[in-house]
């Protein structure tokens, strides 16, 4: 089987910054995978050249075996959240679901099937410019899963979550990858997301530092953030 996420060698400049130099990554079905670093260190920007937003100046990236671009049904194969800002402040959250769903060509009824589904029933009818940071990323978790992907691609999906919230959420990713689906999402709260996800890419500075499963990485002894302070001191690259 293809793997569900796959980029090789990809590498970005915006003039003298090096946002990614020469990263890979690969996402496999029914895994939680992360992609962990500090603030500013390529993890966006990566997100974005999987989806074509930006233009690598080197590598290439696929979903589910080609280019986002070349997918046949986008919004059925892969939900993501690179942006929890886009939505009107205006409109409710019902209105906004049943906009996305129009223009995807997405049954009316999954709207009130992913508001259940992220527990957003009770403020389904509010207008999104009074919602919580954790509101919205619910909102947004619902919009990405409107066309019951078997990929999904989150950035920062923990931010503004309050402990109840993140806890919600590493249950619904893992139900989400022990039904077969895939998940990459970032995250620059190590201690957050370690209980959540099963293989790590570590980048900082647009660089790879460490690719492999958490086990092999995170002990009892060596959490997360102690192994990727290690990992950033000897500038190990993988």
């Known amino acids: 089987m293809s793997a569900a996420i796959e980029a090789k060698g990809l590498s970005k400049r915006f003039g003298e910054v090096v946002a990614l130099e020469d990263v890979s990554l690969r996402v496999d079905f029914g895994r939680v995978v992360g ?7 390529g993890k966006s920007t990566l997100m974005r050249a999987l989806f074509g937003l930006i233009r690598p100046d080197a590598g290439e990236a696929q979903i589910a075996g080609v ?14 959240v690179l942006d929890i800002a886009s939505a009107h402040p205006r409109m409710t959250a019902r209105a906004h679901l049943r906009t996305y769903a129009a223009l995807g060509g997405i049954d009316r009824s999954r709207v009130d099937a992913v508001l259940s589904l992220v527990e957003a029933e009770s403020y389904a ?6 919602f919580s940071t954790g509101m919205r990323q619910r909102l947004a978790l619902a919009t990405a899963m409107l066309g019951d992907p078997d990929i999904l691609v989150l950035d920062e999906p923990s931010n503004g979550l309050d402990p109840s919230g993140i806890a919600w959420l590493r249950r619904f990713l893992r139900s989400f990858a022990d039904a077969g689906g895939a998940v ?4 620059h709260v190590l201690h957050e997301i370690e209980h959540t996800i099963d293989d790590i890419i570590l980048i900082d500075h647009g660089r790879t530092l460490w690719v492999g499963a958490l086990e092999q990485l995170v002990t009892q002894d060596t959490p997360l953030e102690d192994a990727f302070l290690r990992l950033t001191q000897k500038g190990i690259v993988s």
Not at 35 to 41: C, I, Q
């Open 67 to 80: 280019s986002y671009a070349n997918l046949v049904a986008p919004t059925r194969t892969v939900g993501a």
């Open 184 to 187: 990459l999402l970032s995250s």
């Open 125 to 130: 009818d509010r207008r999104i410019g009074t």
């Open 35 to 41: 992609l962990l670093g500090p603030n500013g260190a």
